[in-house]
């Protein structure tokens, strides 16, 4: 969607893999990552979490990945879509009616 509508829709992705709370995401973990985004021609920002999976999902609420939060064009949370989801079937069509 961001490719269709550049001026419009932004999309983000945030890598929850990291685990150790003592220190930084390791440099294999970043390029397994990076890897990951090119095997799936996604091309948009990447984060890699420096907190905890649990520290991070607990704080957002989130109960099963793969995780995916759709804000409006207000900033605010339109819905978040958890588990078993589509992105072309159910986040891409969320987004579409809120271009609309």
């Known amino acids: 969607m961001q490719k269709k509508h550049p001026d419009r829709v932004v999309a983000l992705t945030w890598n929850l ?3 150790d709370p003592e220190g930084a995401p390791s440099e294999l973990l970043q390029q ?3 890897d990951q985004l090119a095997e799936s021609n996604i091309e ?4 890699i979490a420096s907190d905890t999976t ?10 099963s990945l793969p995780a995916a ?9 339109v819905k978040t ?14 987004i ?3 271009l609309e």
């Open 81 to 94: 879509f958890e588990g078993a989801f589509s992105y072309d079937e159910d986040v891409e069509r969320l």
């Open 96 to 98: 579409a009616s809120l």
């Open 44 to 47: 948009c920002e990447n984060s």
């Open 17 to 19: 893999d990291h685990d």
């Open 32 to 34: 397994n990552v990076l």
């Open 54 to 63: 649990q520290d991070v999902l607990e704080h957002y609420g989130i109960f």
């Open 69 to 77: 939060h759709v804000f409006g064009p207000d900033g605010k949370l």
